[in-house]
């Protein structure tokens, strides 16, 4: 779970003495009982290690994380003996943000190594500079770790070129592979058919609204908008009137209109995948024959027109030109400027955590918001039918081994088994629940019993979380493509987008034809024929 | 002893034998010969023309320090005790030619190849085409035209550090105080000065100044439009570099002769004639050498643009600096990017020698 999120949780549920008394006393309980009997009973697991330190008990310490390795480790006893990687080394490459991700990896893993005998050395990485790290080892073909936590959008980059061990049988069976959310399923950690990737989360965008801007005697009068044309309408609706909450200018949606390396153009995705992501085909982005961008097709040209619109109207708050998504998400809707937005868990958990929110009582959230009609590109013309395709930004971390371990069959187990412990389906419920970095993408996450169990408010994990399972499992989700230098367009896409929306384009389609010229370059440079081949293996075509 | 030659730098004479002199020269060229070999056959074997060569270039470099290692004992065994006094020199040159001229030449030949990082095929030679890329790339030439405005405002921050000067060499109370004052913006780093000024002080919904503007009945607006934009990120990094200049005038105003101005005084010169007749002309030389530098550090400027505005609106404040830094860092595109920062070189280095020849001229002094 994101750190945000559990404090969120914890500020936003009314926890009782008597369910803290619980907590405490199960987890005495839980001390007094033989560590053996704890892994090898799976059913007790999942509610043992969920008290581990228990809701509302602090954040999770070190000895916690080692504590959780521990009783999750069932699933390696059954696949590895005691001793088996004996001299073994590993080398483990990924973050540091926030005291996490790789912090939390050496704590789980650190029972795993006294029981296997093998032993991990790390890398951890900031995440500024995660990708420049990745991409020179990509291109100087000098990968000096085994395994890593690598987003989904690298897969391109490193499944693509070969540079990673393929996932034995195994370890799909010990970390449960089908229990996934259904858009983390292939072809998301696969490539030419073959599976990669041990998931440890997930991520999308979902949409936060103020509940004090709609419902009957609200400021606008009406129900939350569902589609971005009503949002569109609300926004022009609302210039003038005055926050209910600060007495300042009211806004409606918040666009970020500034570049954010590449991210920011996730944000146009959300308005565009319910206009371009037609139900008939995954493709949304790149023609899959062609790699011809479909980025200043009619659907995405209407999406930057909307946007256009809106500072033409004034919609939105002074300066918006110069407000990144970060920006739109902490300084302006947390701080109570605007009433609506897409954004990742983060919002949703600092609404009532962060000392800068005003809008705790009053932010809601739901799905990514529908399009009234879709734009089919395989038949060149709109349809005038209702579309949703939530934006599944970024797609989570994974953990993957390298190609350096194949031809020493110890080492490569050594390595899956360490990967398969991380995202062993009982360990990630407890990384789910607690802060680690990570959000729910299991469909065993969202068993709500097991979280009330562990002292959750049942309500509010089923409102918040809820609105991330629906965007997961939707049949329709926009996922993006996973071909190498996808950041690369994303971040050319940025410098087009604020020329236009600076008005220095003539007109939304000058604005996505610049976009797409620039793609075409980068797709030529890149190399096309591979481009083409790999966006299809990325597509599961 | 011999009473020939330099005496009065030589320590010791020589008698080197011949054999001796033949044995350095060889070492040195032994070694020169197997790092070239080392390098060509390593090179055929990267271009896919020899099956035998090494996984990384690492050997080579290995090879070039066996060679600068000969090349230093030769010094000794060719030169005897005038070598030794090369000596004190060689490792420190071959050092800097090692790290200076060699990565130049790489980027030199990285600058015209298609290398994109994401790329599976690698650098690859691509002729002109980065060039005429350039060429047509109106982020850039929106970039440079920009990079004159900023270095434009360099006069404007001289008049401000030499004003400041004047006043804290004057006889005013409390005059470290206000020294240790205005040097604190230097002390502190362009990205903080970003965050501290740029994205709090003037956010504009809660930005201290932003409410201020708003309480007298203004509406903020600091980013939005690209002149005014353009000024602030101007204003910042003066505010955060108008101490550097500052400081050096001060110290040439200290060091101006006093009884100079102690005659004008005695003359009936007034503030502004000693000003204008003494002060400003003695301190040309110190005021060249500090804009000349200010202009070198206002070139590179891209920190306070990356964190507060990436360039924006539409590229109104973009700098050179920050476009190459996400042409680099967002689009790993290494080939073209790296051709931007070798023209950027080749044209800072021409205007540079341009305004010290100018300076010069103007002075009427030597360069």
């Not at chain 1, 795993?112 to 050395?121: D, L, S, V």
């Not at chain 1, 490539?191 to 997930?202: E, F, L, N, P």
């Not at chain 1, 739901?366 to 590109?377: F, L, T």
């Not at chain 2, 996984?55 to 030769?74: H, K």
């Amino acid at each position: 779970m994101k750190v945000d999120l559990y404090n969120y949780i914890k500020a936003a549920q009314k926890m009782n003495r008597r369910q803290m008394l619980k907590g405490s006393a199960a987890l005495g309980a839980a001390a007094m009982i033989p560590k053996t009997a704890l892994a090898g009973g799976h059913g007790n697991v999942r509610a043992e290690i969920l008290k581990i330190p228990g809701v509302g008990a602090g954040s999770p310490t070190d000895s916690d994380w080692q504590k959780v390795g521990e009783m999750c480790l069932g699933g390696t006893k059954g696949n590895v003996s005691e001793g088996e990687f004996e001299g073994v080394e590993l080398t483990f490459m990924g973050l540091n943000n926030q005291n996490l991700h790789n912090f939390l990896f050496r704590g789980f893993l650190k029972p795993w190594e006294a029981y296997t005998g093998a032993k991990i050395n790390w890398i951890d990485l900031a995440q500024a500079d995660y990708n420049a790290r990745l991409q020179q080892s990509i291109a100087t073909g000098t990968a000096d770790f085994d395994i890593i936590e690598m987003g989904a959008p690298f897969e391109g980059d490193v499944l693509g070129k070969g540079m990673a061990s393929e996932m034995p049988e195994w370890v799909k069976e010990q970390i449960d592979m089908d229990d996934y959310v259904d858009y983390l399923k292939a072809p998301v950690g696969t490539w030419g058919g073959k599976t990669y990737r041990v998931s440890i989360d997930g991520d999308c965008h979902t949409f936060a609204y103020r509940k004090d801007y709609f419902g009957e005697g609200s400021i606008t009068g009406r129900d939350v908008p569902t589609t971005w044309q009503e949002i569109n309408e609300v926004s022009k609706d609302l210039i003038g009137k005055e926050d209910p909450l600060t007495g300042l200018p009211a806004h409606g949606y918040l666009d970020p209109l500034k570049g954010w390396g590449g991210f920011g153009f996730y944000f146009l995705e959300n308005r565009a995948s319910a206009y371009a992501k037609h139900p008939n085909s995954p493709a949304w982005l790149f023609e899959p024959n062609t790699m011809k961008p479909m980025v200043n097709n009619p659907a995405w040209v209407q999406a930057i027109q909307d946007v256009m619109d809106l500072i033409d109207a004034g919609a939105y708050p002074t300066d918006q030109i110069n407000a990144d998504p970060g920006t739109t998400a902490f300084q302006q809707f947390l701080a109570g400027t605007g009433s609506m937005l897409m954004w990742w868990g983060d919002v949703g958990s600092n609404a009532r955590t962060s000392d800068t929110s005003v809008v705790g009582d009053v932010a809601g959230f739901g799905i990514n918001p529908a399009s009234e009609r879709v734009y089919n590109a395989k038949a060149g013309a709109w349809e005038e039918s209702r579309n949703e395709a939530p934006n599944m930004a970024y797609i989570g971390w994974g953990v993957y081994v390298m190609a350096t371990v194949e031809g020493d069959d110890k080492k490569k187990k050594a390595a899956w088994s360490a990967a398969a412990h991380l995202g062993g389906k009982d360990l990630s419920l407890w990384a789910s629940a607690y802060p680690s970095g990570f959000q729910p993408y299991r469909n065993s996450h969202f068993q709500y019993d097991e979280w009330e169990e562990a002292g959750y408010d049942r309500a509010y994990v089923e409102d918040y979380l809820g609105s991330n399972a629906d965007s997961y499992n939707h049949p329709n989700a926009a996922i993006e493509p996973r071909i190498p230098g996808i950041f690369q367009y994303y971040s050319v896409a940025e410098d087009e987008l604020a020329k236009g929306y600076a008005g220095q384009y003539g007109s939304a389609q000058e604005t996505a034809d610049a976009i797409a010229a620039a793609w075409e370059k980068i797709t030529d440079q890149i190399g096309r024929d591979s481009q083409i081949s790999v966006y299809k293996a990325s597509l599961g075509m | 002893m011999n009473t020939d030659g330099d005496l009065l730098h030589t320590v010791t004479t020589d008698n080197i034998s011949d054999s001796r002199k033949r044995l350095g020269k060889l070492m040195v060229w032994g070694t020169a010969l197997f790092c070239v070999m080392l390098a060509l056959q390593q090179t055929i074997y990267q271009s896919g023309r020899a099956s035998i060569g090494f996984e990384t270039w690492r050997p080579i470099l290995y090879a070039y320090m066996l060679w600068a290692t000969a090349l230093c004992a030769a010094q000794v065994i060719v030169n005897g005790e005038k070598g030794k006094r090369t000596l004190f020199v060689l490792p420190a040159a071959l050092f800097v030619i090692s790290l200076v001229v060699f990565p130049l030449l790489f980027a030199l030949y990285i600058s015209f190849t298609d290398w994109n990082l994401a790329s599976p095929k690698g650098p690859q030679p691509n002729g002109w085409d980065n060039l005429v890329q350039m060429w047509n790339d109106s982020f850039y030439w929106n970039a440079l035209t920009n990079m004159v405005y900023y270095v434009l405002a360099v006069s404007v921050e001289y008049v401000i550090a030499f004003g400041l000067a004047l006043l804290l060499n004057a006889q005013i109370s409390a005059r470290k105080f206000f020294r240790i004052v205005f040097l604190l913006p230097l002390m502190l780093s362009p990205v903080a000065v970003s965050w501290m000024i740029g994205k709090s002080m003037l956010e504009v919904r809660f930005g201290p100044i932003s409410r201020i503007i708003r309480d007298l009945g203004g509406e903020p607006t600091f980013f939005g439009n690209p002149e005014i934009a353009r000024f602030m990120i101007m204003a910042m990094d003066a505010w955060t570099f108008i101490p550097f200049m500052m400081i050096m005038l001060l110290a040439g105003l200290q060091a101006l002769p006093s009884e100079v101005l102690e005659a004008s005084k005695v003359d009936g010169a007034s503030g502004w004639q000693s000003f204008k007749e003494i002060i400003f002309p003695l301190m040309l030389p110190v005021s060249v050498t500090a804009v000349v530098i200010r202009i070198i550090f206002k070139l590179k400027l891209a920190d306070i643009i990356i964190n507060v505005t990436s360039g924006g609106p539409g590229g109104a404040t973009d700098s050179v600096t920050s476009f190459i830094f996400r042409e680099y860092r967002d689009r790993s595109n290494v080939g073209y990017g790296t051709l931007l920062a070798m023209v950027y070189l080749v044209l800072i280095v021409i205007f540079v020698t341009l305004l010290l020849k100018l300076v010069s001229r103007w002075m009427e002094r030597p360069a």
